[in-house]
């Protein structure tokens, strides 16, 4: 079974790049079925895309994320990464890394627990 695991420092400073890590163990990287997402959860607020990379490597962006936005991949670890850049207060959520079965929403998802990031000096 399948299963992803966010990694990355859990404060970051405004202004800075937020990086984090989805190591996935039971299953592969590059099936082309799949999406290897990212989502984020602010405080009080809903669940929103940020951005995904398919099997096949190709790249999506949220359009409202895309300017400081970079996902990236290392098959032979089986992971993906995430990188936010400039980020403010506002970036502070929950970020969980899922595979899916869809692009840009939370239907046909397989979740990571989610870790905690917060932006603040």
């Known amino acids: 079974q399948v299963q992803l695991q966010e990694s990355g420092p859990g404060l970051v400073k405004p202004s800075q790049t937020l990086s984090l890590t989805c190591t996935v163990s039971?299953?592969?990287?590059?099936?082309?079925?799949?999406?290897w997402s990212w989502f984020r959860q602010p405080p009080g607020k809903g669940l929103e895309w940020m951005g995904a990379i398919a099997g096949s490597g190709s790249i999506y962006y949220s359009p409202s994320l895309k300017s400081r936005t970079s996902i990236s991949r290392d098959t032979s670890r089986k992971q993906f990464t995430l990188q936010l850049s400039s980020v403010t207060p506002e970036d502070t959520a929950v970020y969980y890394c899922a595979r899916c079965e869809g692009l840009g929403y939370e239907e046909g998802c397989y979740w990571g627990q989610g870790t905690l990031v917060t932006v603040s000096s």
């Open positions: 039971g299953g592969s990287i590059t099936t082309d079925y799949y999406y």
